[in-house]
Every structure is written in structure tokens, then in C-alpha cells.
């Protein structure tokens, strides 16, 4: 018998994936921060769904979710602005604090009932509509579930993009020798270090910092580390006496576990933070945004889709992991041939890309570009969605 029941609105599930990809299965989907902008969402459209208009314009009736998927790109078939999409899943309030995770091969439905769209999870041979209620897995959290942007393209930056909001780098502990003389440390190989490194571990290690600078007023908002690998600490330094009763610095002793580079003499060390889970839930920012690109990550002049940009704006600013922006492109400046005198015309600003924020420091955060027309460059403005 083919039958319909009345669903609980589907809960959406951000970052949950992360937790385990960071090595963090511990962490459970209660911690996920509910904003007042998602719970205002939700009380307004957990039984409404959204306006058909908002559909993209080949939005399927059913889609089979496959590996690889993520929830921006499920809800960009669907949508016309993906980052909307806990209105097209429908927060519910009572099982927000057990959200559902989307695994390969569910079958998601596309409602459309009085003007209003909804999306369902179909199980069974028939196509049966289903309620949606918590329920327990016995596999580690978000082991198979998709994720809701492409994290592999973010996740490295997640300890190796760092901002430090003064140059307190140039004060750090440094590697001033290695083992054989050598200049450039690999993997494997032992570099001694001086400077405080008390009882901590595990360090990171840093190039010199770079000032990152506003592109209109020239501020300094911060200083960029530039990461070349990680270490960890074998043996801790000293001062002692030598046989001649001079007093001998002994430089602490450090293997280095990864690079990114090869590691040099002079680069800097700062402490491995913990893990922290991190959630990731697009959401325009409640009010008024606008800014510039400060630089793009890497030694790139010009960024495209998929890559990483450092924004003038930061905590201090109402910043938030998750944002979505619009990225603009400055309308040229021609002269009008039908014009006798050659009058000089500004075009208008053509909107021409979508940003994520996914790190946020006091004064600058890092994005991802997930879509643009051009090629961004620093001094490119950015404006809420």
C-alpha cells in the first residue's frame, strides 16, 4: 500500500563530518550552535517550506544522493541561493539537537503543495514518504554522512592559515642549528631550538610573518604566518656551565614530524592548538557587510574558484564562520563613443562570485571562494549576499 504520512521537517546537519575528519569523533552533533538567526528560521518556515520562485529553474523532483556530494551543492539544485537552505530542509526546533546526517544513496523528494516547497526523504520501493525522527547510529558520528561544503579543500588551512594580531612571531623560539650543518631540515630530521618552549609538545612551524595590510587605508589588521610543517619537542633546553665554569647555552631539542616545506634555520615555532570541532552552516550575516580582499593565500596574484582569500574583516566587525558573501567587480571606466564630447562613463558594479567564511581572527578572516565569474584580486569588495 503506497502511503504518505505527515513528516517531521528533514533537520539539517553541518560539520558533523568535520569532527571525525579532524580526528575529533568524539564530538557530538549537541554541540553544534544554534543561532538566533537559524531558530528564527525555523519558527518561521519548519511547516511553510519556501516560495516555488525560490526553486532553481531545473530543480528535480527526486535526487539520489551519491558520494562526494555536499549539502551546498544538493541545495544549489534545488536552489536559486543554496546558502538558504535550512528553509528548503525546514529546521525543526524539537530535533534540532539531533540533526540527521545525509548519507550516499538516501533518496531526497522535492514537495510542492500550495505555492510552497519542501524537501523529504523517500525510503522504500515504492517511493514512501517517511517521518524523520532521531535515531541512534552505532558507527562513529558522520563517518559516511556528506558534508555540507567541500572540506577537503578547507581543512588544511583549518591550523595552517594563522593570523597573529601583532608580531609576536618575531619573539617566538627559533631554530638557529641542525643536525650535520644543515640549512634545510626535512622530515625525520632533528633542528635545536632556542628560545622558551617550557613543557609543550608539539609545536607548529612558521616562516617570518608578513603584515596584512587594508587595502584602502594600509592598517595593519594582522600578521600572516606563513606555515612550513610541525615538531616536536625531544629534549627542553638549558644554561649551564662548561668545564670552565663559562656559563653554555644548550638549545632545545626538536624532531620535525611533517613539512609543508623543508624547514630552515630562523623559522619560528608557536604551540599546536587542540582540535576544536568545528561546525559550518552557510548563513547571510544579519545585517550590512562590505569590505575588500586583502590578499590571496598562497603566492597567487589572481584567485579563482576554489581557493583561499583573506578578508578586511574579522570578529571585531560581527564577523562569523559560515557567512556567505557576494563578491563584486568594479564596473570599468570608458568614454561614450555616441557622445560628441567623449564623456567618461563609470559602469556599474557587476556582482560576480560567492565567498564562505570558514576562519575568523579579530580583524581578518579567510574565505573560500565557492563560485565567481572573474578572476578575484586584492582590493576586490565583498557586500552581504
Known sequence: MNRRLRLSPFAFASGVALAAALGSAAAQPSKMPVTPEWRATAQKVAQAGVPLAELAPDAPDVYTVKRGDTLWGISGMFLRTPWRWPELWGLNLDEIRNPHLIYPGQTLVLEKVDGRARLRLAQGAQGDTVKLSPRVRSEALGTDAITSIPLHLITPFLNEAIVFNTDE??????????????????????????????????????????????????????????????????????????????????????????????????????????????????????????????????????????????????????MERGHVLALWRDGDRVKDSTDPNRAMLKLPDERHGVLFVFSVFDRISYALIMQVAQPVKAGDRFTQP
Do not use: C, M
Open 169 to 318: 612571531l618575531a619573539l617566538a623560539p627559533r631554530i638557529v642549528a641542525a643536525q650535520e650543518a644543515r640549512v634545510l631540515i626535512g622530515r625525520g630530521d632533528t633542528a635545536y631550538v632556542r628560545g622558551d618552549t617550557g613543557n609543550t609538545r608539539n609545536f607548529r612551524v612558521f616562516r617570518e610573518a608578513r603584515p596584512l595590510l587594508d587595502p584602502t587605508t594600509n592598517e595593519i589588521l594582522g600578521y600572516e604566518a606563513r606555515y612550513v610543517g610541525t615538531a616536536e619537542q625531544t629534549r627542553q633546553g638549558e644554561t649551564r656551565a662548561d668545564a670552565n665554569g663559562k656559563e653554555e647555552i644548550v638549545p632545545a631539542s626538536f624532531l620535525v614530524t611533517t613539512v609543508r616545506e623543508e624547514v630552515g634555520i630562523g623559522d619560528r615555532l608557536a604551540p599546536l592548538p587542540p582540535s576544536e570541532f568545528k561546525s559550518y552552516a552557510p548563513h547571510a550575516p544579519s545585517g550590512a557587510v562590505s569590505g575588500q580582499i586583502v590578499s590571496i593565500y598562497g603566492d597567487a596574484v589572481n584567485a579563482g574558484q576554489s581557493q583561499i582569500v583573506s578578508l578586511n574583516r574579522g570578529k571585531v566587525d560581527g
